[in-house]
């Protein structure tokens, strides 16, 4: 029963609502804090996830860091160990406890990673791995280049990206690796290995994206510094970000800011190369013109030099072209001018219009017509004509001709011709050709001429 009287007192929050209107603080507050203090409670039951506390002289702390996480550590850090820490502050609503979710634990100080990456590096460098004396020099145009990354990382994403752009022709060959975690140190050691027998890359670029010195440590490792050290390929290091700096970068023959970087570091540019094949093309064709300009000179020279007894024959081939060409021309321009006078004639007519003029004209044009036909016949009988004399005169020298008069040619067995009685004895067959055939004759007597 309803009895009208209303509760005047503040909404009380659920503990469900106070824990979780407090984690939402918190994480809003504390994006991400660095902790350090003495490391307490350590545990790590099966499901790989550490608890531990924090604490200092006055104060404690709940700490959470999952495996996700922990399993990035190369050591497993000891009670007692004061630490520096880093993570998120939050609240685990269940029971209320005020915590940090570690994502990354280092011992107080320098740090451990720090400290062994100083050590390595001061022993690689007393051992001379550093030494610009032993770097190979890259190829300044690589023939085909190796990539050692991740298969599905973005730094393989950026480095064909950037050789896409510049010079797509380079073929690239990926030896996939991990590069992250326990067994990225020896994948990446491999992976270098595969590549210099594989033997088809003459440059090889050797990284990964960015992340933290826990994420980018196998490029820290001694055993990836030696394999880079002896690998008979030039190598490129391209870890991180260019504020990222690894062993890697020290020991390989050329360090690269970041993967994209390196792509452009030993690739060519496209664009650089067509210009300088334009520049090329052009001096190798002026050069090729002022040599065939030379050639044909010196072609010039030696043909006027040469003195070929067919050439007197051709010129006189020529003059006959000419002649030949100078006749058609002037039946041309006579025919020309006579198709003119003809054509102003017509004009004429069709001004003045008389049937007797008309007439007239075409007799006249009929009349010059007759005589330039009989013009033309009679140049071309004079030229028939002189060339027929030609030909007797030639017929008159003729050695048939003379045979034709009555003479004989008179020829030993031998072929030899007998212009000598007295090169004949009695006895000897003779040949003698005469205008119509040969006849074959034995000598009887030989009379010499005195007698």
């Given at each position: ?12 929050l ?10 939402h ?13 003495e490391l ?83 022993k690689?460098?007393?051992?001379g ?6 770097k ?49 140190t ?29 994420d ?87 043909s ?16 006959m ?9 002037a ?23 008389p ?52 003479y ?8 030899e ?35």
């Amino acid at each position: 029963m309803d009895s009208g009287f209303q509760d005047s007192r503040p909404r009380a929050l659920s503990v469900s609502e106070l824990n979780h209107q407090a984690r939402h603080l918190l994480e809003a507050s504390f994006m991400q804090v660095w902790v350090e203090g003495e490391l307490s409670g350590f545990s790590r039951p099966s499901s790989g996830h550490w608890y531990f506390s924090l604490k200092d002289r006055k104060c404690q702390i709940r700490c959470a860091m999952f495996r996700s996480f922990n399993q990035r550590l190369r050591e497993i850090p000891a009670e007692g160990e004061q630490v520096r820490i880093r993570g998120k502050v939050t609240l685990y609503e269940n029971r209320g406890d005020f915590q940090i979710i570690v994502e990354h634990i280092e011992p107080a100080g320098l740090g451990a990673l720090q400290q062994a990456f100083e050590e390595l590096k001061r022993k690689l460098q007393q051992e001379g791995l550093f030494d610009i004396a032993r770097k190979k020099p890259l190829p300044t145009t690589p023939r085909h280049i190796g990539v050692i990354t991740s298969s599905t990382g973005a730094a393989i994403h950026d480095i064909l990206t950037v050789l896409a752009r510049r010079c797509p022709a380079i073929p690239v060959t990926l030896y996939p690796t991990a590069v992250q975690g326990k067994a990225a140190t020896a994948d990446i050691v491999r992976a270098i290995a595969r590549a210099a027998r594989h033997g088809v890359a003459d440059v090889l670029i050797i990284g990964r994206g960015g992340g933290s010195l826990e994420d980018l440590w196998c490029f820290n490792e001694e055993a990836v510094a030696r394999a880079i050290a002896a690998c008979p390929l030039p190598t490129v290091s391209a870890v991180g970000h260019e504020v990222d700096v690894t062993i890697a970068d020290f020991v390989a023959d050329l360090r690269a800011p970041t993967p994209s970087a390196a792509a452009e570091k030993i690739s060519p540019d496209q664009n650089d190369w067509l210009r300088q094949l334009g520049e090329r093309e052009l001096r190798l064709a002026g050069a090729a013109s002022r040599a065939l300009k030379r050639m044909q000179t010196r072609l010039e020279h030696l043909s006027a030099r040469l003195r070929d007894p067919r050439r007197e024959l051709l010129e006189k081939a020529q003059r006959m072209d000419e002649l030949d060409l100078r006749l058609s021309k002037a039946v041309g321009r006579r025919l020309e001018r006579d198709r003119v006078r003809a054509m102003h004639l017509t004009q004429r007519l069709a001004m003045q219009s008389p049937v007797r003029q008309l007439s007239d004209s075409q007799s006249d044009v009929r009349q010059l017509a007759e005589r330039l036909v009989r013009a033309a016949r009679e140049a071309i009988t004079r030229r028939r004509e002189r060339v027929e004399h030609t030909g007797q005169t030639l017929n008159v020298v003729s050695p048939l001709a003379t045979l034709g008069r009555g003479y004989a040619i008179v020829q030993q067995e031998n072929g030899e011709i007998v212009r000598q009685a007295t090169s004949l004895q009695p006895g000897d067959r003779i040949t003698a050709r005469v205008a119509s055939g040969e006849l074959e004759a034995n000598v009887i007597s030989v009379n010499s001429g005195s007698q």
